[in-house]
């Protein structure tokens, strides 16, 4: 059974940092593209960044570039998810997801009803 484990939300002031991790098991890591989703109250689920099944690719929102930075390793099945320059509009769950569909394609994130997600870890910006 395939298992994400996220952690390192949490309460941040604007500008600040944090680093989220999101540790995987019950499949081969580095089979798939792994990466990270966020929702926000009332809105939609939206693509943060992914990077490539061998690390050879990393993409980013727009809203993010610049700002956030991912990274994996597959010694230890994780994936992180470095935030700098918080703002008030990054407060939001964020997911970690990986599986056989999910990626990036033509300008979006995408995934599909086979690939697995964690259960999410609370960010919060304040202003």
């Known amino acids: 059974e395939v298992q994400l484990q996220a952690s390192g939300g949490g309460l941040v002031q604007a500008g600040g940092s944090l680093r989220l991790s999101c540790t995987a098991s019950?499949?081969?890591?580095?089979?798939?593209?792994i990466g990270w989703f966020r929702q926000a109250p009332g809105k939609e689920r939206e693509g943060v960044s992914c990077?490539?099944?061998?690390?050879?690719?990393?993409r980013y929102a727009d809203f993010v570039k610049g700002r956030f930075t991912i990274s994996r390793d597959t010694a230890k099945n994780t994936v992180y998810l470095e935030m700098n320059s918080l703002e008030p509009e990054d407060t939001a769950v964020y997911y970690c997801v990986t599986g056989p569909t999910f990626g990036y394609y033509r300008g979006s994130f995408v995934y599909g009803n086979n690939d697995a997600w964690g259960r999410g870890t609370l960010v919060t910006v304040s202003s």
């Open positions: 990077i490539s099944s061998k690390a050879g690719s990393e």
């Open positions: 019950g499949f081969t890591f580095d089979g798939y593209a």
